[in-house]
């Protein structure tokens, strides 16, 4: 089974801090992708990655950074968060070996409040 | 840009009512079609997935969706629900080419015993 992990459950902050959430896959996936789950919008797309070293913006990448030095990992980075970022954060990884296997697979998300 | 639309937001039924939950999506190209549902608590999990052939998919739980291209809707199905089965469900869409889905806003589905 494909097990995708995700560094905290919940997570409270102050506003201007940095935060760095982490997200580990298992099953060497190439793709990962970083989404933020708000009430009434679903999941909307922060940032992906394709690649080792390699990322993309998606839909709302304002006030985010990403990072992938390993391909197992995809780090968010919140530079300076604040009170709008508070939401709950998903990571999903998938293969791109075929496009048969296009499956996201999800982690528990992370909680995020930024005070 | 591609876009996923599900009309109902909130879904109230009592065990053993059918359920049809709407999905249309806006792009004109060749697409993958997906539902995920997330359990309370618990994490987002793909129910049923549509990439090519027959337009009818089964998933899992007895959930089955239809694809209907000239409609650009991929409506989710079951006929008979549980109250296991109260829940968020998404549609989701993705591009032949891209890599990311973009989803629908989600449909919470309340079943009562």
């Known amino acids: 089974d494909v097990k995708v992990t995700q560094s905290s459950r919940y997570l409270v902050k102050r506003t201007g801090e940095k935060v760095f959430l982490e997200c580990v896959q298992d099953?060497?996936?190439?793709?990962m992708f970083w989404y933020r789950q708000d009430p009434g919008l679903g999941l909307r797309l922060i940032y992906f990655s394709y690649d080792v070293k390699m990322k993309e913006k998606g839909d709302i990448p304002e006030g985010y950074s990403v990072s992938r030095e390993k391909k197992e990992r995809f780090s968010l980075i919140l530079e300076s968060a604040s009170t709008n970022q508070t939401s709950m954060y998903l990571c999903?990884?998938?293969?791109?070996?075929?496009?048969?296997?296009?499956?996201?697979?999800f982690g528990p998300g992370t909680r995020l409040t930024v005070l | 840009a591609q876009s996923v639309s599900q009309h109902n937001h909130h879904v109230i039924l009592s065990e053993a009512a059918s359920l049809e939950l709407g999905c249309n999506y806006s792009y004109g190209g060749t697409v993958n079609l997906f539902w995920y549902v997330q359990y309370p608590g618990q994490h987002l999990q793909l129910l049923l997935k549509?990439?090519?052939?027959?337009?009818l998919v089964k998933g899992i739980k007895g959930f089955e969706a239809e694809f209907i291209k000239s409609k650009f809707s991929f409506n989710l199905r079951k006929p008979s629900v549980q109250w296991s089965d109260t829940a968020e469900y998404f549609c989701a869409v993705k591009a032949t080419g891209r890599r990311a889905l973009t989803f629908g806003s989600g449909t919470r589905l309340q079943v009562q015993p």
């Open positions: 099953m060497d996936h190439e793709n």
């Open positions: 549509y990439f090519s052939g027959d337009p």
């Open positions: 999903a990884s998938s293969s791109s070996r075929a496009q048969s296997t296009d499956t996201q697979y």
